[in-house]
């Protein structure tokens, strides 16, 4: 049976992964980064190897060639390799938004942003997954990424994956809600990290911060990148379906109601998720301008299970209508 191109590179990244590990006694995920940056710059960059395992090497990564694959193709067999490595060392924030999800995301993000090229910002990047999954998604389109996380291993992972897919991406290794030193961009797209943000000192400097104890780290994700996005720029969030029904939504209906619109909530099927609990949707916000108008009516939708191929196309042609009504 022949293999796709997507399990032949899938092959290659693990055997030459499972090579390196051997050696260099380190987790799975290391040693994927490394075998990455040996096959972009097409040589063995680990000095500590043994003779047989650089020949060994070499001649995978010379029989292996990289250009004759799709961006796709490259980003869904190492996004393979990573759910490898996940599975062996479980850390809650390893976690990778699906496919599905990505595909949703990018879908709507081109619906909305008309323009022909612009800078769009993930500001809890991890392996880069999300944001490649959109820009591989934008056809005739030119889009200038940035990627924040402060996780180093996550975001070496996200720009190895950037570099083989060839993709003009920014990355920052630091703590997003740190200053960030960044221009304004026109879009933002984030699967929020859910939960507390430990560093109260920083909290201090956002509107959406606690009135006591821990604040929420998502609300202040969104705080950062509605600050960091352009007048009249868009932003898609995921987020727990929860959202406006927590102690401290208040407060965000409120900061919400100063600085953005809200164009749509699209609810994702609950079958999707582990339990109702954990169920999410993707919230679309426009920050205000002086020109902005709010919609006639909020985009509400109710996705069915993304398998239903008739109803899934039913959903979209229904946003799709919404769009060219409200949006022009």
Same mark, same amino acid.
């Given at each position: 049976?022949?293999?796709?191109?997507?399990?032949?590179?899938?092959?290659?990244?693990?055997?030459?992964?499972?090579?390196?590990?051997?050696?260099?006694?380190?987790?799975?995920?290391?040693?994927?980064?490394?075998?990455?940056?040996?096959?972009?710059?097409?040589?063995?960059?680990?000095?500590?190897?043994?003779?047989?395992?650089?020949?060994?090497?070499?001649?995978?990564?010379?029989?292996?060639?990289?250009?004759?694959?799709?961006?796709?193709?490259?980003?869904?067999?190492?996004?393979?390799?990573?759910?490898?490595?996940?599975?062996?060392?479980?850390?809650?924030?390893?976690?990778?938004?699906?496919?599905? %999800? $990505?595909?949703?995301?990018?879908? +709507? =993000?081109? &619906?909305?942003?008309?323009? #022909?090229?612009?800078?769009?910002?993930? *500001?809890?990047?991890?392996?880069?997954?999300?944001?490649?999954?959109?820009?591989?998604?934008?056809?005739?389109?030119?889009?200038?990424? %940035? $990627?924040?996380?402060?996780?180093? +291993? =996550?975001? &070496?992972?996200?720009?190895? #994956?950037?570099?083989?897919?060839?993709? *003009?991406?920014?990355?920052?290794?630091?703590?997003?809600?740190?200053?960030?030193?960044?221009?304004?961009?026109?879009?933002?797209?984030?699967?929020?990290?859910?939960?507390?943000?430990?560093?109260?000192?920083?909290?201090?400097?956002?509107?959406?911060?606690?009135?006591?104890?821990?604040?929420?780290?998502?609300?202040?994700?969104?705080?950062?990148?509605?600050?960091?996005?352009?007048?009249?720029?868009?932003?898609?969030?995921?987020?727990?379906?929860?959202?406006?029904?927590?102690?401290?939504?208040?407060?965000?209906?409120?900061?919400?109601?100063?600085?953005?619109?809200?164009?749509?909530?699209?609810?994702?099927?609950?079958?999707?998720?582990?339990?109702?609990?954990?169920?999410?949707?993707?919230?679309?916000?426009?920050?205000?301008?002086?020109?902005?108008?709010?919609?006639?009516?909020?985009?509400?939708?109710?996705?069915?299970?993304?398998?239903?191929?008739?109803?899934?196309?039913?959903?979209?042609?229904?946003?799709?209508?919404?769009?060219?009504?409200?949006?022009?």
């Amino acid at each position: 049976m022949k293999t796709s191109p997507v399990e032949e590179l899938f092959i290659v990244l693990n055997e030459t992964a499972t090579l390196l590990q051997e050696e260099l006694n380190c987790s799975y995920l290391e040693v994927l980064a490394e075998t990455g940056e040996n096959m972009f710059h097409q040589s063995v960059l680990q000095d500590t190897l043994s003779e047989w395992t650089v020949k060994r090497l070499k001649k995978i990564y010379e029989d292996i060639k990289i250009t004759k694959y799709t961006k796709e193709d490259i980003r869904k067999s190492f996004q393979l390799a990573i759910l490898k490595g996940m599975k062996e060392s479980v850390q809650p924030n390893h976690q990778m938004t699906p496919d599905s %999800i $990505g595909m949703l995301v990018g879908y +709507l =993000l081109h &619906k909305f942003v008309k323009k #022909s090229s612009y800078r769009l910002l993930d *500001p809890a990047v991890g392996t880069g997954n999300l944001l490649t999954t959109v820009m591989n998604q934008a056809i005739n389109k030119s889009i200038e990424g %940035i $990627g924040v996380d402060i996780d180093d +291993l =996550l975001i &070496k992972l996200a720009y190895i #994956s950037a570099n083989l897919q060839e993709h *003009p991406i920014d990355f920052f290794n630091q703590d997003s809600l740190e200053p960030l030193f960044i221009e304004p961009v026109d879009a933002v797209i984030s699967d929020l990290p859910i939960g507390f943000y430990p560093n109260d000192i920083r909290a201090a400097d956002y509107q959406l911060k606690a009135d006591e104890g821990h604040s929420y780290a998502h609300h202040l994700f969104m705080e950062q990148s509605i600050r960091h996005v352009k007048s009249g720029g868009y932003l898609f969030f995921i987020i727990p379906n929860g959202l406006f029904e927590s102690e401290q939504s208040k407060k965000l209906h409120e900061f919400f109601k100063e600085t953005v619109v809200i164009q749509g909530i699209i609810q994702l099927p609950e079958s999707m998720f582990k339990n109702k609990q954990a169920a999410k949707s993707i919230l679309i916000l426009q920050k205000k301008d002086a020109e902005l108008k709010p919609p006639k009516q909020v985009l509400l939708v109710n996705l069915p299970t993304l398998s239903n191929a008739p109803a899934m196309k039913k959903m979209l042609d229904k946003i799709d209508q919404w769009i060219s009504e409200n949006k022009g």
